[in-house]
């Protein structure tokens, strides 16, 4: 089956360093990827959408510049949290869509990220 | 809202038993598709059901859609120990959102 690798899926760093997160479709080519956030207990909130080639489209309230995506291929999305702050803590999940509208999504095994 | 519902938001049922979950939405779909989430994971799709199909199997699955009343449901049959996770409904419109889930619980 389709498979979605994301990297890393544990992540301790600074307040005010950057953090990138990977996520990588393995053995399919992805045209949309979505980027969710977790909080515990509770459903996954979209983040931005991320078409290969293209800007991304953020969420209202999603801060652009603080959440940079880079969807630069068809097989790879990521996600930097720059300066990160403690309640940018978080389980953070990419998924990717193949290539039909119709297709359902693939998920990574998440990030646990923790800024202290 | 462009995303469904759950419900029951939690439910726990004994090992053997079925396990019925819904999903209600407000706007018009492409497909409705049920995930699956184990604690501290990623989603794993279960079922997709195009918005012209009424009902869909898969192993001790079934899925039924009724766009009239903008509603789904997800049946387990038979279920084990190790269904035990969240579960999600998605709206595929142009994008992938997912209501907060139904938590279940299947004790041996």
């Known amino acids: 089956g389709a498979v979605v690798s994301q990297h890393p899926s544990r992540v301790i760093c600074k307040s005010g360093t950057s953090v990138k997160i990977e996520c990588r479709s393995l053995d399919f080519q992805a045209t949309t990827m979505f980027w969710y956030r977790q909080f515990p207990k509770k459903s996954l909130m979209l983040m931005a959408t991320s078409n290969e080639g293209s800007k991304a489209t953020y969420e209202q309230g999603v801060e652009k510049d603080k959440f940079l995506i880079n969807h630069a291929s068809l097989t790879l999305s990521t996600l930097t949290v720059t300066s990160a702050h403690p309640e940018d803590s978080s389980f953070y999940i990419c998924?990717?869509?193949?290539?039909?509208?119709?297709?359902?999504?693939?998920f990574g095994n998440g990030t646990r990220l923790t800024v202290t | 809202s462009q995303q469904g519902e759950e419900d029951p938001q939690a439910l726990s049922i004994q090992e053997g038993e079925n396990a019925t979950m819904n999903c209600s939405y407000k706007?018009?779909?492409?497909?409705l598709q049920w995930y699956r989430q184990n604690s501290g994971r990623g989603l794993v799709h279960l079922i997709l059901?195009?918005?012209?199909?009424r009902e869909k199997h898969s192993g001790r699955l079934r899925v039924t859609l009724d766009t009239s009343k903008k509603s789904s449901s997800l049946l387990i049959t038979a279920s084990r120990a190790a269904d035990t996770a969240s579960y999600f409904c998605?709206?595929?419109?142009?994008?992938?959102?997912f209501g907060a889930g139904t938590r279940l619980t299947v004790k041996p």
């Open positions: 706007t018009s779909i492409n497909n």
């Open positions: 998924s990717a869509r193949g290539l039909s509208y119709n297709s359902p999504l693939h």
């Open positions: 059901i195009r918005s012209n199909e």
């Open positions: 998605a709206l595929n419109i142009n994008d992938m959102r």
